[in-house]
C-alpha cells in the first residue's frame, strides 16, 4: 500500500470537495424519465433544448424536471412515474398509459435534454406553461422557470407574470416552435441572455 505525504499541498490529490458539487449523476435519473405524455396520445409535444452555463458552455450533468397539466388544465392526481416492483425494489417504468405531468430528464454529454409530455391547458388567468425546476453542478439551490408554449399571443401579452416581465427578457420564458408540436426551450443560467427565474412559494 502506498502511502501518501498529506505534510505537503503538492503531493495531496484533489477530493470532490475541491469541486463545487451537488453531483446528481447517482441514483436521480430513471429510464423513461422524459416520456411523460402517454404512449400515442394525440396531444403529445415534444420540448428539447440545452442547459449552458454563463460563458455559454452546455452542461452534460444537469437535471431538467417539468411539471405540467393536461390539454384540460388540470394537475394529475396520479401515482406512477417512479413505479417500482414491490418484490426486488427494481424500477418498472412508467404504465405508459395514465399521464402523471412529472418528468426528470439529465442532459447528455452536449448538455441536450428531450422530453415528451401533453400541451398544457390553461389554469385560471394564466396562459398555458409547464413548470421547470434546473439542477446543475455549481447550484447549491435548484431554479425554478416555465416554459410557455408560442401561439396564443393574447394568452402570452395577458398572462400575469410575463405581464411584469421586462419586454426584452420574456422570450427566455417562450419556447420557440421549431415543426408542429416540437418546441426548443433553452436555459442559461447566468449571463447574456440569462433565462429569467422564479421564486418559488
Known amino acids: 500500500m502506498t502511502k501518501i505525504d498529506t505534510s505537503r499541498p503538492e503531493t495531496v490529490l484533489p477530493t ?3 469541486t463545487v458539487g451537488p453531483f446528481y449523476g447517482h441514483a436521480l435519473p430513471f429510464p423513461g ?3 411523460i405524455a402517454p404512449i400515442g396520445h394525440p396531444d403529445t409535444i415534444a420540448l428539447q433544448g440545452y442547459v449552458h452555463d454563463g460563458e455559454g458552455n452546455p452542461l452534460p450533468d444537469a437535471f431538467v424536471e417539468l ?3 393536461d390539454p384540460g388544465g388540470n ?3 396520479v401515482d406512477g412515474s417512479m413505479r417500482r416492483d414491490p418484490a426486488s425494489g427494481g424500477f418498472l417504468g412508467r404504465n405508459g398509459v395514465e399521464f402523471t405531468g412529472w418528468g426528470r430528464i439529465q442532459t447528455d454529454a452536449g448538455g441536450h435534454w428531450t422530453a415528451r409530455t401533453l400541451r398544457p391547458g390553461a ?27 408560442p401561439g396564443d399571443e393574447a394568452a402570452l401579452a395577458a398572462d400575469p407574470l410575463l405581464s411584469r416581465v421586462a419586454p426584452e427578457r420574456r422570450g427566455t420564458l417562450i419556447a420557440r416552435e421549431e415543426r408542429a408540436d416540437t418546441y426548443r426551450f ?16
Open 33 to 35: 424519465g422524459g416520456d
Open 186 to 201: 433553452d436555459i442559461r443560467l447566468q449571463g447574456e441572455g440569462e433565462t429569467v427565474f422564479l421564486e418559488f412559494q
Open 67 to 69: 411539471w405540467g397539466p
Open 16 to 18: 470532490p470537495s475541491h
Open 75 to 77: 394537475l394529475s392526481q
Open 123 to 149: 389554469r385560471g388567468q394564466s396562459a398555458p406553461y409547464i413548470s421547470v425546476c434546473v439542477f446543475a453542478r455549481g447550484l447549491l439551490v435548484h431554479l425554478f422557470t416555465r416554459i410557455y408554449l
